[in-house]
């Protein structure tokens, strides 16, 4: 009975342990689960934005953040950041997931506002004419000839009209300014035009045989070169009244002058836009008169206010430095300046006439 009892308690003991021993020796025991799954924040949705064409825009946004979760944690935005959003609001979805394939989600909205056309610019007035003297003309400053002491008055001296030698690119203010406004106004480049009714050694009262009135009328009256009535005139004159510099009552006598070429333009409806004449250069062989440019402008600046012309300051928009801008002999502005010019001249006429419309559907 003892042997019966012990190998009992024996093969017992051995089934215990046994199982004890399969239980500790076992394969290695299971990860501890996560006591949470992963969260996960969305980024701040973008700022609403116009879509650059019909397609859409590509848009770029931040970057979720997860906690929690057994590693590793995936994440995944769709659609993802960068991609193109159509017009409208899409709902981006974030997802996160851990190694126990549990998930968390949110979303955000990405607002693509309707595709808006730029405005093409267009400007109301296409016609020019660019009245004045050589400095209108073109003349490149080259000096055969000298002021000096004597008179201006070229029916008196015809002598001192001399071969003018013109800039050639790109060219006289009138056709620089011409390029640039078709440049701008692209969809109306073959309406435009500035055409050039400069006449070297005209002083306001004329050129000794044609008074400068006269022509004023007879030039501007007729027909551009695109067959079309003239709707602007630049008038730039004045520098020949006072290139001796020996005569100040001729500044009053040149301001009169441009006034009468006003009231003429203003009386068939063209704008006038007047401006101020360039800046002489001290001791240039040409340049006598250049004590006097200063009060024939403070003349054309009143005469542009007593007659509600606009004025177009090209004395004073060429600045301190104006000597960069003038030509070797002291008065003709060198190619660089009539570029400026034409720039101050384009300033002018987009502010007084430009205009702008949605392009059709046809030109997106």
Not at 36 to 51: E, H, N, Q, S, Y
Not at 92 to 110: G, H, I, K
Not at 210 to 232: I, W
């Amino acid at each position: 009975m003892e042997g019966l009892l012990q190998d009992g308690l024996t093969s017992s003991s051995a089934l215990m342990l046994a199982a004890l021993c399969a239980a500790a020796c076992g394969s290695s025991a299971p990860t501890n689960p996560s006591t949470t799954g992963p969260k996960i924040l969305c980024p701040a949705a973008p700022v609403p934005v116009p879509a650059s064409s019909n397609a859409g825009l590509a848009v770029t946004y931040g970057a979720a953040s997860v906690s929690g979760g057994a590693p590793s944690v995936r994440t995944s935005c769709l659609p993802a950041s960068g991609s193109t959003f159509p017009v409208g609001s899409t709902t981006v979805v974030c997802t996160a997931t851990d190694a126990q394939s549990r998930s968390d989600s949110c979303t955000f909205p990405v607002v693509v506002e309707p595709f808006v056309p730029p405005k093409i610019p267009t400007i109301a007035a296409t016609t020019f004419a660019a009245f004045g003297d050589s400095i209108t003309w073109g003349e490149d400053g080259i000096p055969p000839v000298v002021c000096g002491p004597n008179t201006n008055d070229f029916a008196i001296a015809p002598q001192l009209v001399h071969p003018y030698n013109r800039v050639t690119s790109p060219g006289p203010y009138p056709a620089v300014l011409e390029t640039s406004l078709k440049g701008r106004y692209v969809n109306q480049s073959s309406q435009i035009v500035v055409d050039n009714l400069g006449k070297p050694g005209e002083t306001t009262y004329g050129d000794g045989t044609t008074p400068a009135v006269s022509r004023f009328r007879t030039e501007t009256s007729g027909l551009s070169t695109l067959g079309t009535r003239y709707q602007g005139v630049l008038l730039m004159e004045g520098t020949n009244d006072i290139f001796y510099g020996n005569d100040d009552a001729k500044i009053a006598a040149a301001v009169a002058n441009l006034g009468s070429m006003i009231e003429d333009a203003k009386s068939r409806g063209i704008r006038v836009f007047l401006a101020t004449i360039p800046p002489m250069v001290p001791g240039g062989v040409r340049a006598c008169g250049n004590h006097e440019v200063a009060p024939l402008n403070d003349g054309i600046r009143a005469l542009a206010a007593q007659k509600g012309v606009a004025l177009v300051d090209v004395y004073a928009s060429l600045g301190a430095s104006y000597q960069q801008y003038i030509g070797s002999d002291g008065v003709h502005p060198n190619q660089a300046g009539y570029v400026k010019i034409a720039s101050i001249f384009f300033d002018a006429l987009t502010a007084a006439f430009e205009t702008a419309r949605r392009p059709s559907r046809a030109l997106q």
